[in-house]
């Protein structure tokens, strides 16, 4: 047998040997105290998981490159979007939503859709999911939504009764609602799926022009999705299906691709958009907002270690770069706060040093200590801004336009004419963009959903949802209440 070169040692790097045996007292006494290798094996076990994410703890991710195709700089002055052609190092992590880290990944569920630019001037997380909308369109539901998502903290289990009392009294939701019961729900894998950034942003130009804007991510692969029948099989035969699909597929060089394009509306644009622009649970129609392609994206490489990059990777929509900026969008402006919260108490105040988050540019700032600081801590250099010893400068360039607010009064009840039309795009989702088959698998995922609803309150719950389905199409709502065998008149 060969002789290994390397030696065992502990994690302050000292080497050891008895890695199988525990010190005793005699051949059958007790374990000694002073057995320090045992401490360290078995306190570095239990502390392998760190806090799993609350939400999208069931994931996956790969690394790969973007690739600049189409020429934006009119709309956005990034550095990254200066030419045709330039290229990044990428990394996405698509998930689940309301799941378990051990929960299946052919769930009716959102997947998640987050992508990591390593650009020349810092990461740019464009993090949203495979749903060009969202349940709710403001941050301060959020905790309730998913807390329906999640179990019922009685019998703790997941509950339809929950999650159709919470939709049916928040019909904002509805058009989230109607995708995730089409088969766009149960998608096959994670190949086969679009992203979208599903916010507005903005982009700001090199006259300091700021123009809204919405990304999309397209399949090159094509949109493939499980029936539900389908999918609840897939959950019993291979909980792991995506995982195992996207691994396999780029193992074996079959690199998946996708389609960077935008939206772009002007700022006078917005102001006569028949919905609010910044509404997170309304889309801007193609036909008056069409696509401009940007570049492609590809995923080429596995992560060698999947817990070192995909579990602890962290996106921020907060993380952008000069030339792309935020928006009036109130989900938006919750998450900026929230996610990078999130990061700081899963994984620790530095983890942006960790090298799945680490930008390729070189970091300068102020900010030292913390758990887990794994760079040089700034050296003997200041930790405080101005002073006079350091060659670090805030650079005029990257100075942001301000942003019109539209109002100087501040209060939580006003909405524009049309904040409460719940109903317009659901509607044309369901008569005009499905076909037959997707309307009657939709119809009957509802159903089967809907079933599931219990308690004294089942019938109130339902009838309360069959009114919105109605003011979305009456067809719909029809066909629903006879699956549930309700007797529904609107």
Known sequence: MKKKSKKLTTASGRPYYENENSLTVGPRGPILLQDYFLHEKMAHFNRERIPERVVHAKGTGAFGKFTVTGDITRYSK?????????????????S??????????????????????YTEEGNWDLVGNNTPVF?????????????????DP????????????FWSLNPESLHQVMILFSDRGTPYGYRHINGYGSHTFSLINSRNERFWVKFHVKTLQGIRNFTGPEAEEMKGRDPDW?????????????????????????E???????????????????????????????????????FRDVEQSAFAPAHVIDGIGYSYDKMLQGRLLSYPDAHRYRLGANYEQIPVNRPVNEVKNYERDGYMRVDSNGDDNPNYWPNRFDDVEADEKYKEPPMKLDSDVANWYDRNEND??????????????????????????????????TGPKREEIILKQLDHFHKADGELAQNVARGLGVDFKP
């Open 420 to 453: 409460d039309d719940h109903y317009t795009q659901p509607g044309l989702l369901f008569r005009k963009v499905m076909t037959e088959e997707e309307r009657q698998n939709t119809v009957s995922n509802i159903v089967g959903a809907m079933k599931g609803i």
């Open 96 to 117: 689940t939503v309301g799941g378990e880290k051990g929960s299946a990944d052919t769930e009716r569920d959102p997947r998640g859709f987050a992508i990591k630019f």
């Open 268 to 306: 006078e644009q917005a102001k006569s958009f028949r919905w609010n622009p910044f509404d997170l649970t309304k889309v801007w129609p193609h036909s008056d907002y069409p696509l401009i392609d940007v570049g492609i994206l590809e995923l080429n490489e596995i992560p060698s270690n999947y």
């Open 154 to 165: 009685k019998t703790n289990l997941k509950s339809p009764t929950m999650m159709w009392d």
């Open 242 to 266: 995506a995982q195992r699909d996207l691994v396999e597929a780029i193992g074996k060089g079959d690199f998946p691709k996708w389609t960077l394009k935008i939206q772009v509306m002007t």
């Open 135 to 151: 349940f709710i369109k403001d941050p301060k539901k959020f905790s309730d939504f998913i807390h329906t998502q999640k179990r």
């Open 78 to 94: 990034a550095a990254i979007f200066s030419k045709v052609g330039n290229e990044c190092r990428i990394f996405i992590r698509f």
